[in-house]
């Protein structure tokens, strides 16, 4: 199959049809509270995209073989409530065509309608939150779709989510969190061993969908977040873990979100399109 990246413009429809996996860039920023410009953060990851090598060492793959389709943005400056509408509408496409479908925020609320895309589709699924941030206030500015609520929302579509990394919690939210389905970073790096990402895993679903806000990500390593936050996970730990979700279940969807890009410090951009297409690469070997 001839190679197609989702740093391809200019190719970007020309094999959506054998694609097995298909980029959706929503570079939408409208209820970011700090620093803007998770807008600019797809646009980052596609240039860095094609600057990487397309051979994976540790899975021994190519998955650009399998066919990356990248489509037009979701670019309509609406209220949160109509893009996370129009990120639902474009994903339950891509579903019904049977495309693999990774979302690139902006920021975490459109991550809302890809939820409510996969709900359409699996009757039993669960989301595992990898992030800095609960995100469970029942509504934050007097709106329930801000990026402070993600997880609230998706809590009301599946009751199965896991919390991985968080590190930064209001007090209104605790009544929202699962203590038995939260897995603070401090007590991650606390552990003397991989032990808790098997805990992780046994209280998933089968069918298991991820979404990644980059602040999970300690600074050291993520610095371009609009709220990044100390502490936080290594690349490392993030892939052992999702290497190993992905031998135990089947993981049906990606968003990476909250990428906010420095136009001098260009390794984040890097990381997170490496972190992606290494994602890919785990979840497609065969």
């Known amino acids: ?27 939408y920023d409208g209820t970011s509270t700090w620093l803007k410009g998770a807008d ?24 650009y073989r399998q066919g990356i389709a990248t489509l037009d943005a979701i670019t309509e400056d609406s209220s949160p409530e109509a893009m996370a509408q129009a990120v639902e509408n474009r994903m339950d496409v891509l579903l019904r065509d049977k495309k693999f479908p990774v979302l690139l925020g902006g920021e975490h609320s459109v991550s809302i309608g890809a939820f409510r895309a996969i709900a359409k589709h699996y009757a039993t699924f669960s989301i ?7 995100d469970m206030r029942d509504e934050y500015e007097h709106s329930p779709y ?35 389905r ?23 679903h089968d ?10 990500l300690d600074p050291a390593y993520m610095p371009s977040t609009g709220t990044p936050e100390p502490d936080g996970l290594t690349y490392r730990q993030i892939l052992n873990l999702l290497k190993l979700i992905n031998e135990r279940h089947n993981i049906i969807g990606l968003d990476v979100v909250e990428l906010c890009p420095n136009h001098i410090n260009k390794a984040p951009d890097f990381l ?9 690469s785990i979840r497609f070997k065969q």
Not at 2 to 20: I, N
Not at 168 to 178: L, M
Not at 207 to 216: A, N, R
């Open 272 to 280: 997170a399109s490496k972190l992606i297409y290494q994602i890919l």
């Open 182 to 204: 939260i897995f603070y970073a401090h007590e991650i790096k606390e552990s003397e061993d991989s032990t808790w990402m098997y805990e992780v895993s046994q209280k998933l």
């Open 128 to 134: 595992l939150q990898l992030d800095a941030h609960s």
């Open 1 to 27: 199959m001839e190679k197609l990246l989702y740093g391809d413009f200019e190719e970007q429809y020309t094999q959506y049809e054998t694609a097995e996996i298909a980029i959706l860039p929503v570079p």
């Open 207 to 216: 069918h298991v969908y991820v979404t990644i806000d980059l602040d999970v």
């Open 146 to 180: 801000n990026h402070a609520c993600v997880m609230a929302r998706g809590k009301e579509i599946t009751p199965s989510i896991v919390q991985v990394g968080i590190r930064s919690t209001a007090i209104e939210e605790k009544h929202n969190i699962d203590p038995t």
């Open 40 to 63: 600019k953060g797809p646009q980052a990851i596609l240039e860095a995209s094609p600057n990487m090598e397309f051979y994976d060492i540790e899975t021994d793959s190519e998955v």
